[in-house]
C-alpha cells in the first residue's frame, strides 16, 4: 500500500485511517473480552478551538467503538473542581483513558493537572512518570503527536537509524518527545537528532544539514525550500491560522512552506491531511494500550517497524 500521492506528498489521512483499521480489530478484541475502552474528556474552556478538537476526539472514538466520557467546567469554576473530576475519573474503573484538553485557565496550575491523572491512565502521556519512562527508553505511553511522526516516518519507508534528524521547536508536547523517541535505541528511534529552538541563530543552517526536518515551531511556513536539501523528508506539525480572503476569513497554514519545500523535498506531509489525524489516531491508540494493560488482555497495535513492511 502506498501512502504517498503527486509524486511526494506522504498523506497523513491514508496513513491515519490504515491504523485506525488496525486499531479496530483491536477493539473488537477487547469488547469480545469484555472491555469497551473508554476515554473520559475534560474541557474547562470556552476557546472554540479546544471545543473543537475535544469535539474530533469524541468524534473518532465513537467511529472506532470506543465509549467516550465528557465533562464540562465552566472556565471559571475553581481549580479544585476540576482536580475533583479528575481524581473521580482516575477512581473510576469503567473509565481507562483520561485526557484533559489544554490549555486550561490561567488560575488553574497546568502542571499539577498533569500529575493529578493516575498515570496509568494518562493516554496524552504528560505526566512526569510517563514522561520519565519515555527519555528511560521504557514508554508506557508515547506522546500522540510525535508518536503520529513516527508512524507517518514508518509507513513512508523513511527509517531514522543513522540519519540526521532536525526537530525545529522544543516544547513539551511535540519538539521535546519528538527527540526522545528519535534519539531512543530502537525502532523508530536510533537518529542523530539535532534540536532547533526560538534561540537558534540560524535554523536554515541545521535544516540545511538535515535528512529529516521535522518543524513544529507555531510559526506560520517558517521552513521554505531554500532551507532545505534535495531529498530531505519533511514532516509539518505546525497548524497556524492566518488571514485568508475567504468566507471563514482565514486558513491553515503549517510551519513549512508547502509549495517550494515540495519542489525540494523527498517527502513533505501536507497541513491539514498530514500529522493531524494521526494526531487523534494515536490518541485512540494509547486507549486501547491503557485498557489493554488495565484488564490485561492483550492485543495486537500496529507500530513502529510494521507499517514500512506493509507498504
Ligand atoms: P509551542 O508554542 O509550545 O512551542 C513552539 C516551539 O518552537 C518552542 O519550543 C520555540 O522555542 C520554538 N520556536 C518558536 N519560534 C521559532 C523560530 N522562529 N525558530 C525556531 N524555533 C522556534 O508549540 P507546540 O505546542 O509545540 O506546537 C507547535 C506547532 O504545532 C503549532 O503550530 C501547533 O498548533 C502545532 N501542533 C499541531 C499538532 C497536530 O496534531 N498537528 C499537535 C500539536 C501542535
Redesign the pocket.
Known amino acids: 500500500m502506498s501512502f504517498v500521492r503527486d509524486g511526494n506528498v506522504l498523506d497523513g489521512s491514508a496513513v491515519s485511517d490504515h491504523v485506525r483499521g488496525q486499531l479496530r480489530d483491536s477493539v473488537d478484541a477487547l469488547a469480545d473480552a469484555g472491555a469497551t475502552p473508554s476515554l473520559a474528556t475534560v474541557l474547562m474552556s470556552t476557546d472554540p478551538a479546544s471545543e473543537t478538537y475535544v469535539s474530533m476526539k469524541q468524534r473518532a472514538c465513537d467511529d472506532l467503538g470506543i465509549e467516550s466520557v465528557h465533562r464540562e467546567l465552566d472556565a471559571d469554576a475553581p481549580a479544585a473542581e476540576l482536580f475533583e473530576t479528575v481524581e473521580e475519573l482516575n477512581a473510576d474503573p469503567d473509565v481507562n483513558g483520561i485526557l484533559v484538553q489544554m490549555p486550561v485557565p490561567d488560575h488553574v496550575d497546568k502542571r499539577r493537572v498533569l500529575r493529578s491523572i493516575d498515570p496509568a491512565k494518562d493516554v496524552d502521556g504528560f505526566h512526569p512518570e510517563n514522561v520519565g519512562r519515555l527519555v528511560a527508553g521504557d514508554a508506557r505511553f508515547k506522546p500522540c503527536?510525535p508518536h503520529?511522526v513516527q508512524l507517518l516516518l514508518d509507513a513512508a519507508g523513511v527509517d531514522p537509524a543513522g540519519k540526521h534528524a532536525v526537530v525545529?521547536?522544543?516544547?513539551d508536547?511535540?519538539?521535546k518527545p519528538m527527540t526522545n523517541l528519535l534519539i531512543q535505541k530502537d525502532a523508530g528511534g536510533n537518529a542523530t537528532v539535532t534540536v532547533?529552538?526560538?534561540?537558534?541563530d540560524d535554523?536554515g543552517a541545521h535544516t540545511r544539514q538535515a535528512d529529516i526536518v521535522i518543524a513544529?515551531?507555531?510559526?506560520p511556513e517558517?521552513v521554505d525550500g531554500e532551507m532545505l536539501s534535495a531529498g530531505t523528508t519533511v514532516v509539518d506539525?505546525?497548524?497556524?491560522r492566518v488571514d485568508a480572503d475567504n468566507e471563514k476569513g482565514y486558513e491553515l497554514v503549517g510551519?513549512v512552506d508547502f509549495e517550494s519545500a515540495k519542489e525540494v523535498a523527498g517527502l513533505v506531509t501536507p497541513v491539514p491531511g498530514g500529522?493531524?489525524p494521526m494526531?487523534i489516531t494515536m490518541l485512540l491508540y494509547n486507549t486501547v494500550k491503557a485498557t489493554s494493560q488495565q484488564v490485561d488482555v492483550p492485543v495486537d497495535l500496529p507500530d513502529t517497524g510494521s507499517l514500512g513492511q506493509e507498504a
Not at 196 to 200: A, D, E, G
Not at 216 to 219: E, M, R, S
Open positions: 503527536t503520529g525545529v521547536g522544543r516544547s508536547i511535540v519538539g532547533c529552538h526560538s534561540r537558534t535554523v513544529a515551531a507555531g510559526v517558517l506539525v505546525g497548524v497556524n510551519d500529522v493531524g494526531t
